[in-house]
Structure formats: structure tokens, C-alpha cells
């Protein structure tokens, strides 16, 4: 019976381990992903994701441009379709648009034809607002960064967003920023984890319906962004940090 109770713990103790390896942001059991440079780089990438979302990343991009920082944005394909104006208005600004798949769903509990499904109807929105993708040889700022919702992955996600072509992208410091708190708490918490060369994720929109109040994140935005740049912190896109450090 110790035998068995064990065997037992020991395979709890495996499938707890393998579903917090599943949702994990920096978890590489289940296939590399980026997470962020080596400790103590002079560089920050900050990444948006949940839009588009009206008001809210419009403030958001005269808070970026007020800084002249570039970010990189997750956006929902859904949303993308119900405002390709805004989507088209983060290119526009310079900023690199990536995958966020079409509805948010938690890909873990997908079957494989609904995360192709997913991902297609994302970039497919996505082409449609912006126009090209980034395997044609025109200069499209569709990239082909994913990011999978609430973090969510398993083995056959990640093969399936590599045979469409995109790049993984998890983050390694969290805003925890999908409640609203105030400013402060959002940029505390951030703080707290910075350590050079830092993917941060935040949001601009929620995933649930299109409006959610982000004037919290957007603030928060424009102190971190001070106070970083004022340590001599370069705020980088995904791909410039992934060309720079390959
Ligand atoms: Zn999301």
C-alpha cells in the first residue's frame, strides 16, 4: 500500500507539475517559447494584449508615441474584425501586431482543427484590416508572433502554430493588470520583477467584450516608461528583440 500511495503521489505531484507547466508563462516543458533576454539587458519589450479596444488603446498610443516606444500587440482576432481602424492605427503608429487567436478560447482544451480554426480566422482578420502577411514579400507589419490566450498551451498547440507559420511569444513579467487596479499596484507589481531584458504583458483590452476599462494600464504605461528610459532602458518590439538576440 506505500507502494501504491507512492506511485500515486508521485504521479499527482507529475500531472499537477504538467498542468502548471501548461499555463506557466516562462514553462518550457512543452516546447520553447520566448520569454525574454538574459538577465540585466538595457532593454524592455512591452506587450499589449486583448485589443483592439476602444478608447483604450487609442490613449494608449499617444502615451507610446508621446515616449517614442515602440510595443508589440496580441489582438483578438474578433475585435480586429469589429475595428479594423484601430488595428490598422497600431501599424500605422509603428507598433508590431501579432496573433491572439480569433475568439480567446483556453487552447489546452481545443481539438486540433478548432486551434487551426483559431489561429486562421485570427490572421485572416488581421489581413483583412491591415492587408499582406508576413510571409508575402510585401512590407506587412503582420507579424507572425501568437501568443496563446491566458498563456494556455500543450505539445500540439505549439506544432500547430509552428506549421501555420507563427512564433510563440509567453512573457516573463506580469502586470496583473485584468482586474483594473489602480495604476500604482500595476506598476508595483511590474517593478518588482523587471530585471533587464523583460517581456511585460499587459492589457489593453479584456477578452470577454470589447470596452473593458484599461485608463489604469495606459497610466501605469506612461510612469514605467519614464522611469525605465530614465535608467537608460531601450523599450524594443518582439522582433527587434528576437534579431537582436537570436
Ligand atoms: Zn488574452
Known amino acids: 500500500m506505500i507502494g501504491l500511495a507512492l506511485v500515486t503521489g508521485v504521479t499527482t505531484a507529475a500531472i499537477t507539475a504538467a498542468g502548471y507547466q501548461s499555463m506557466a508563462p ?50 483578438i482576432g474578433r475585435y480586429v474584425q469589429q475595428r479594423p481602424d484601430i488595428a490598422r492605427d497600431i501599424v ?12 480567446h478560447p483556453l487552447l489546452t482544451f481545443k481539438s486540433a482543427a478548432e486551434v487551426r480554426q483559431e489561429l486562421s480566422d485570427c490572421r485572416s482578420g488581421l489581413e483583412d484590416a491591415i492587408g499582406g502577411s508576413s510571409n508575402s514579400a510585401s512590407s506587412s507589419s503582420i507579424s507572425n508572433l501568437f501568443r496563446p490566450p491566458f498563456g494556455g498551451r500543450r505539445p500540439g ?3 500547430i502554430a509552428r506549421q501555420l507559420g507563427l512564433v510563440p511569444i509567453m512573457w516573463n513579467v506580469t502586470g496583473f493588470d485584468w482586474t483594473a487596479p489602480p495604476a500604482e499596484v500595476i506598476e508595483q507589481k511590474v517593478t518588482k520583477q523587471i530585471r533587464g531584458g523583460d517581456v511585460i504583458l499587459l492589457h489593453d483590452g479584456g477578452h470577454k467584450e470589447m ?27 518582439i522582433p527587434q528583440m528576437l534579431a537582436a538576440n537570436p
Open 211 to 237: 470596452g473593458a476599462d484599461r485608463s489604469q494600464t495606459v497610466l501605469a504605461t506612461d510612469h514605467l516608461i519614464a522611469k525605465y528610459k530614465s535608467e537608460a532602458c531601450e523599450f524594443k518590439t
Open 92 to 103: 500605422k503608429a509603428g507598433h508590431i501586431v501579432g496573433n491572439h487567436t480569433f475568439t
Open 157 to 159: 498547440v505549439l506544432r
Open 26 to 75: 516562462t514553462g518550457q516543458w512543452f516546447g520553447r517559447t520566448f520569454t525574454g533576454l538574459p538577465r540585466g539587458i538595457k532593454q524592455l519589450a512591452l506587450t499589449y494584449d486583448d485589443g483592439p479596444n476602444d478608447p483604450h488603446t487609442f490613449h494608449l498610443l499617444d502615451v507610446l508615441a508621446r515616449h517614442d516606444a515602440q510595443a508589440t500587440f496580441f489582438l
